[in-house]
Every structure is written in C-alpha cells, then in structure tokens.
C-alpha cells in the first residue's frame, strides 16, 4: 500500500473512487502541509470537501469560476505550494483546456488535476455533462500526465503516486460506484508502468478505466471457448508503457484497445502511434465511443450500447481471431 493511504479493501469496495481519493488526500495532507485542496463549487460532489473539513485553512472554493480555478493553483505552484484541484472532467478537459494549457502545463508545474464524473459515468446528466475527449486534451499538453484508474483501490494509489511525481498530473475518474477490480492495492502500482492483470498467448486486451473490469469478465468468457486472452492495465495513456505494448504485439499478434473515451485520440490511439513506431504489424481494433455525442442514459446501459462491456468485447475479439494474419515469426522483414 502506498505511503499516506491507511484504508482497507473492505472500505474500497463500498466507496466511489471519488470517495477513496478524498480519503487518501486528506491523509496525504496531515503529512504534507504544502498541499492545498482547490475547487470551483463542487466540493461535495468531487469529494475534495473532505480534505477541506480537516484543513479549512488550506482548502479554497473558487466557486464557479474554472478558469480562475486553474490560474490560481498555477500561481499557488510558483509560490512553492502543492495545489490539487477537483472538479467534473467536463470542466477541466474542455471549459478550462486554454488555462490548463498556458497557465499550468507551459510552465511546467507541479499541479495536480483529480478529474471526476469523466467519460460516460454521469451519463444520465446529459452531454454537457459527458467527458468523451478529456484523455485526448490532455495527453496532447506537453508535461502533462495522464492516469486513468481502473477502481477505487487504484485511484489512491495514483493520487499519492502523484504527489511525488514532477510537473503536472491528470487523474481521470468517474462517478458512481464503479466496482473494484483489484483484490489488493499492494500490485506494485508504478506511473508509466502498465499492470498485466492476466497472461495469454492469443490476444491482448488493452484497457483502462472502467473498462478493465469489462476485459477481465469477457477474457472468463473467452477462456470457456478456449482462448487465452492476455489483459494489460493501462493506467498511464501517457507516459505509455511501451514496452508492454510490443510485447503484447510480438507474443500476441492481435490487439484490442478498450476505453470508456472517443476512438480518436485517446488509449487506442495512443497504442497505434507505439505500434506503426516500432515497424511491427499485427492485427488491431479499437473499443470506444464512436465519433459521435454520446446518447442519455444510466452509464451500465451506454456500456453495453457502444459495446465497450463484457459482451462488445467478445464479440470484438470473436470478430478479430476471424481475420488473417502472416504468421511468420521472423520480425527483421518488418523493421
């Protein structure tokens, strides 16, 4: 268990990512008076008002002013502070990306985002409230950091991972009670280094967010019709972890990419730029939402809508074990 975090797995799995966050930065600041908690009229929704009930002094409201928000924790950095700053991904990622951008990540700053309500998980709200573009945004800022947690357990783990990690970090989480997919937050959670949940020598799912847990329910699917499916936890879309990602495609050859996210510019996105690099070929899809705004409706719904759930993801592989591929294993034609 990472330093600051005293929370048990029990209490992970009935509290929201956003819960377990503000847990672990409140425990985070006893030990680091440095640490500031920001928001912009949300704290009760973000659950960054836990830290502010323990350290009011050190706790600032912005009310609902985004782009202020972001202008003032990058001074509060060049004073010597630690600003984290909470607030809908929404508003981060797309209200605030000018003020993200110039005042924070060109400057290169230690700032920290905790980004809630990302993706489809506030789906019933509406599309003001979607967040389907944000890892793209913010991956495209040079000296940001990009992690998106697949559970509440691996959310603490980021969150004071980052504290201790240089320049500015973007931690992208949801909203309700996404349940967890780690049985322990002792895995050895590194940023930049992706988690192999599970082996296989057929075909590599690669995921993050929420849509790890749906890769791990269709890779039991998948086992009963007797492929060994391979999942690798990509928790950090940038910097991404390379070296996993070759190795899937070497071992592997085929590759599937599953994000709760648009299709452009985002985790699958990211791993095709590793793989056309490298030279390597293999046989590649990507799960997301289309290039489309998303429908309304209860996030579980929208999963199974845009196939980025448990069934979209074996009929995804389904469909990908059908195509042909060379299946030479002498790579030096290929470099």
């Known amino acids: 268990m990472a330093e600051g975090m005293t929370w048990s797995i029990e209490e992970a799995d009935k509290l929201?990512?956003?819960?377990?966050?503000?847990?672990?930065?409140?425990?985070?600041?006893?030990?680091?008076?440095?640490?500031?908690?920001?928001?912009?009229?949300?704290?009760?929704?973000?659950?960054?008002?836990?830290?502010?009930?323990?350290?009011?002094?050190?706790?600032i409201n912005m009310g609902i002013a985004e782009n202020s928000l972001f202008g003032v924790a990058a001074g509060l950095a060049l004073a010597g502070y630690k600003p984290v700053v909470s607030t809908f991904a929404v508003f981060a990622a797309l209200r605030s990306a000018e003020f993200v951008r110039t005042d924070i990540c060109y400057q290169n700053l230690d700032v920290k985002i905790i980004a809630t309500?990302?993706?489809?998980?506030?789906?019933?709200?509406?599309?003001?409230?979607?967040?389907?573009?944000?890892?793209?945004?913010?991956?495209?800022?040079a000296n940001m950091t990009v992690i998106v947690p697949a559970d509440g357990i691996e959310t603490g783990n980021a969150v004071a991972a980052a504290m201790d990690w240089p320049g500015p970090v973007y931690i992208r989480i949801g909203r309700g009670f996404e349940p967890p997919v780690n049985t322990t937050a002792d895995y050895g959670f590194q940023i930049g280094k992706a988690v192999t949940m599970r082996e296989g020598k057929d075909i590599t799912l690669i995921c993050c967010g929420v849509t790890v847990l749906q890769a791990a329910r269709a890779a039991k699917i998948l086992e009963t019709q007797g492929l060994s499916v391979r999942i690798i936890n990509m928790h950090t879309v940038k910097p991404i972890d390379k070296e996993v990602i070759l190795k899937a495609?070497?071992?592997?050859?085929?590759?599937?990419?599953?994000?709760?996210?648009?299709?452009?510019?985002?985790?699958?996105?990211?791993?095709?730029?590793?793989?056309?690099?490298?030279?390597?070929?293999?046989?590649?899809?990507?799960l997301g939402i289309p290039d489309q705004y998303v429908i309304v409706g209860y996030p579980e719904d929208l999963y199974n809508h845009y196939k980025i759930d448990a069934d979209g993801i074996v009929e995804a592989v389904s469909a990908l074990m059908g195509r042909e591929i060379e299946e030479d294993e002498n790579w030096d034609d290929e470099t």
């Open 117 to 141: 309500h990302a993706g489809i998980s506030f789906g019933q709200a509406g599309s003001t409230h979607h967040c389907t573009e944000d890892i793209a945004v913010m991956r495209s800022f």
């Open 249 to 286: 495609v070497m071992e592997t050859r085929r590759i599937v990419t599953i994000e709760e996210h648009n299709v452009l510019c985002g985790l699958g996105s990211a791993v095709a730029e590793v793989i056309v690099e490298s030279g390597k070929a293999c046989a590649f899809t990507k």
């Open 16 to 59: 929201t990512q956003a819960e377990v966050y503000g847990q672990v930065l409140t425990q985070l600041g006893e030990k680091d008076p440095k640490i500031i908690a920001m928001t912009a009229d949300l704290a009760k929704s973000t659950k960054i008002g836990n830290f502010g009930q323990k350290f009011p002094e050190r706790f």
